[in-house]
Every structure is written in structure tokens, then in C-alpha cells.
């Protein structure tokens, strides 16, 4: 959370030419609902069962760029589609930056109850470990500008495939 998936996501699509498509948001259009009233009245559960569906659906497309949410990778079936249909990009950052790019936004249920700081260093530890096992890039943002994440993410793409940019 915070880590600039939804926005870098945006703008690497525009330089890619592909479509940019945000996880969070087909979950929100399905249902009908935002996330805090789905992690309401579904729980986390259901939330995560809403996600695996549509991480299924939106891995099997093309020419896109596909941000997810952060807890994407709690489940092995994400983790396996993400890996074996696309070119997984880990942005990686720090609690210190996660916290004061959050601390706005009241939009991620997660961040809501308990010590901010405290959540988020939790689910680094649970996380941080399936993140570096499903990247095919590693890319630090904490004090880069978005321009420059993306810049380096074009960089490093450019050793994986051929991009049509
Ligand atoms: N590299 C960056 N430098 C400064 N601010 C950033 C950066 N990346 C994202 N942000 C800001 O942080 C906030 C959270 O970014 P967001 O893209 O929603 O993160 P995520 O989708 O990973 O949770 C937004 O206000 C965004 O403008
Ligand atoms: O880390 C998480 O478990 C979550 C991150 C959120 O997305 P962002 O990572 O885009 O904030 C959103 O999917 C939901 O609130 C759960
Ligand atoms: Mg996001």
C-alpha cells in the first residue's frame, strides 16, 4: 500500500501504449461497492475471494498493464497467474515513505484499525518474501519521483522482451 502501483501503473501504460487496468477498481465496478464496504459486510475473506476471480480473468489479457493490490500474493493461485501469464514488476518501498503516501487516504481498510506503522510492518514481514518470489523486476521507489520509477522500469523491461514502444 503506497507503493505507487495504481499510479505508476497509469503512466506506464500511456508510455507502453497499452491499457491500464487496476484490479482494485474491476472489483469496486463488479460489485457495486468500495473496498471498506466490502471488507465490511464480506470480511477480508471475501474480498480476497473477489480478487482471486478477477486476477484470473484480467492475467489472461494482453497489452495491458495490470496494477493489483497489495495483498495480491496472500493467495498461491495470484501468485501463479501473475507469474505465468505476465512480467511481475515489485515495487519496492519503505514503511517510512508507504505511511506518508497513505497517511491521507482513507480508503484502505487495512491501514484503519490498530498502529498504521505497526500493520504495515506485519504484512512486509508475511509479504515481502512472496513478493521476491513472484518478480520477474525489483524496482525501489522510496525518494524517486514517478517519472523516474518508470524510467527504470522501461529500463529493466527492455533486457526481458521486446516491447513495442
Ligand atoms: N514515487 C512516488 N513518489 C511520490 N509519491 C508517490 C509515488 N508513487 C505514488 N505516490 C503517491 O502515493 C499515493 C499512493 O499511491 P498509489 O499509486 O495509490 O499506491 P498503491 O496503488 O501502491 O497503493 C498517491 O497519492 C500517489 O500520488
Ligand atoms: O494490501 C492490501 O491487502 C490491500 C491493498 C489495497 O490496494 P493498494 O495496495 O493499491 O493500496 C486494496 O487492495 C485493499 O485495501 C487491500
Ligand atoms: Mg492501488
Not at 476471480?53 to 495490470?66: G, K, M, N, R, Y
Not at 508507504?98 to 482513507?106: F, G, I, P, W
Not at 514481514?125 to 518470489?133: F, G, M, T, V
Request: charge should be neutral; aromatic fraction near 4%.
Amino acid at each position: 500500500m503506497g507503493a505507487g502501483k495504481s499510479t505508476i501503473g497509469r503512466l506506464l501504460s500511456h508510455e507502453l501504449h497499452y491499457d491500464f487496468i487496476d484490479s482494485d477498481k474491476v472489483i469496486e465496478e463488479r460489485s457495486g461497492a468500495n473496498i471498506p464496504w466490502i471488507f465490511d459486510v464480506e470480511g477480508e475473506q471475501g474480498f480476497r475471494d473477489r480478487e482471486a476471480a478477477v486476477i484470473d480473468e484480467l492475467t489472461q489479457l494482453s497489452d495491458c498493464v495490470l496494477a493489483t493490490g497489495g495483498g495480491v500474493v496472500m493467495r498461491p493461485e495470484n501468485r501463479t497467474n501473475l507469474q505465468s501469464r505476465g512480467l511481475v514488476v515489485y515495487l519496492q518501498t519503505s514503511i517510512e515513505q508507504q505511511l506518508e503516501r497513505t497517511a491521507k487516504d482513507r480508503n484502505r481498510p487495512l491501514l484503519q484499525t490498530g498502529n498504521p506503522e505497526a500493520v504495515l510492518r506485519r504484512l512486509l514481514q508475511q509479504r515481502d518474501p512472496l513478493y521476491k518470489s513472484c518478480a520477474d523486476i525489483i524496482i525501489r521507489t522510496d525518494r524517486r519521483h514517478p517519472r523516474a520509477v518508470i524510467q527504470e522500469i522501461l529500463r529493466q523491461l527492455k533486457q526481458h522482451q521486446p516491447l513495442n514502444a
